[in-house]
């Protein structure tokens, strides 16, 4: 294994647990040479030699041979990475935003200059999910994949459940323990989830879809009805990212979704994450674990380290045209509101049952999910009330139960 030198960027959550990790390490190959942070008033648990705010200290540094890039911002951190791949230094990020917003001109930035970009920490955390895909399923064809991709959520929809927590207090809860950020938007309108569902598309499809065409519905209008409606059926409401391949086309989307006591996402509470893979040849695998936090994304950041350290190189998926990504299915849904009118606005494939009371409303049915991508600034909750996907020209039917 070569030695490494660091330039890391960021030394919030996940940064300084990826600090804490590479420190521990004993006979070390890793030096960190500089950190680049934003606040210098603020006091971190580092040498004061280290730290910096001019960026320029990392690249004008000769012995560094490593970025690891670990910081809250979007466009900044997208020219930190093209700035290191241009110079020809590997870069290892968690950052699924900067990655699902800029993935196709960073995937040119790789391959120009061969220089690799890992990013296991952007999805799901501890859990190995992108090198899973890449290495084990690159010969066994993924048909399916279901996951709950985000630990915010997961940790406000247990409480919910279990404890009968206001979704309000819940979500301040989970700021305080650091699962979810001050501005949750994100967490709660499902954009995280999906960013991480869009490099899961690219890995195990080779597609690189627009995040405006992929379905991404959150948690942020469910009402005490809906849970009340769910337990009432001996069911939760998890927020699942899901993906179906049916022949050379493509669905994928991020929904709450009514889950049984069979399936795998009713028992994975709380801040965890989990993901299930259907194979051609080797049917179900599951995989459960930290989904995000100081340590669990910190050492997905080392392991992405040593894999540079050890290979010299990145990940080994490759774009195809071999897949066709459609919106164009339907799924079975409940879709709920406090005024009539904001139903009545819906175009349901078919309509299955109508409830109205005076201040709760909803149908469930059958609905495109390029309706439902129309909804997203619409004042409903829609939960997925049956994991099967149809086509629309045949009803076929593909399960993810």
Request: glycine share 6%; charged share 20%; hydrophobic share 40%.
């Amino acid at each position: 294994m070569r030695s490494i030198n660091i330039g890391l960027f960021g030394f919030g959550c996940v940064g300084e647990g990826f600090y804490k990790i590479l420190t521990s390490q004993p006979n070390s190959p890793f030096t960190i040479r500089k950190i680049v942070i934003k606040d210098e008033t603020k006091e971190r648990n580092v040498p004061g030699e280290l730290l910096t705010t001019n960026p320029d200290d990392v690249f004008s540094d000769p012995e560094i041979n490593l970025v690891v890039e670990l910081i809250n911002g979007n466009e900044t951190a997208f020219n930190i990475v093209s700035q290191a791949l241009s110079r020809r230094i590997p870069v290892v990020t968690a950052n699924k935003k900067m990655l699902a917003t800029h993935y196709g001109k960073l995937r040119q930035l790789v391959a120009q200059f061969e220089t690799p970009l890992l990013y296991e920490g952007a999805v799901c955390g501890a859990i190995p999910i992108l090198k899973t895909i890449d290495q084990y399923f690159r010969f066994d064809p993924i048909t399916e994949i279901a996951g709950i991709f985000n630990g915010t959520t997961n940790y406000i929809l247990t409480r919910q459940f279990e404890e009968n927590s206001a979704f309000g207090e819940t979500l301040l809860d989970a700021q305080k323990l650091g699962y979810a950020e001050l501005d949750a938007s994100s967490d709660v309108d499902a954009f995280d989830p999906k960013y991480k569902l869009k490099l899961v598309l690219a890995h195990a499809f080779g597609l690189d879809v627009p995040t405006d065409q992929i379905l991404n519905l959150g948690i942020s209008a469910i009402k005490e009805q809906d849970l009340a409606y769910a337990k009432n059926k001996g069911l939760k409401y998890r927020l699942m990212s899901k993906v179906v391949r049916r022949e050379q086309q493509i669905s994928a989307f991020v929904l709450p979704t009514l889950v049984n006591t069979h399936e795998t996402a009713y028992n994975v509470n709380y801040a965890n994450n989990f993901a299930e893979f259907k194979t051609d040849h080797g049917e179900e695998h599951i995989m459960i674990g930290k989904g995000a936090g100081s340590l669990p994304t910190g050492s997905a950041v080392f392991a992405d380290v040593q894999h540079i350290a050890t290979y010299g190189k990145g990940y080994q998926h490759e774009d195809t045209n071999d897949y066709q990504f459609t919106n164009e299915t339907v799924l079975e849904v409940i879709i709920s509101a406090n005024n009539p009118e904001d139903l009545s606005q819906i175009t349901f494939e078919e309509v299955f049952q109508e409830y109205a009371s005076s201040d709760f409303f909803y149908k469930t049915g059958k609905i495109l999910i390029s309706e439902l991508i129309k909804l997203q600034s619409a004042p409903v909750f829609v939960g997925l009330t049956s994991s099967e996907v149809f086509s629309p020209q045949t009803e076929a039917v593909l399960s993810l139960a």
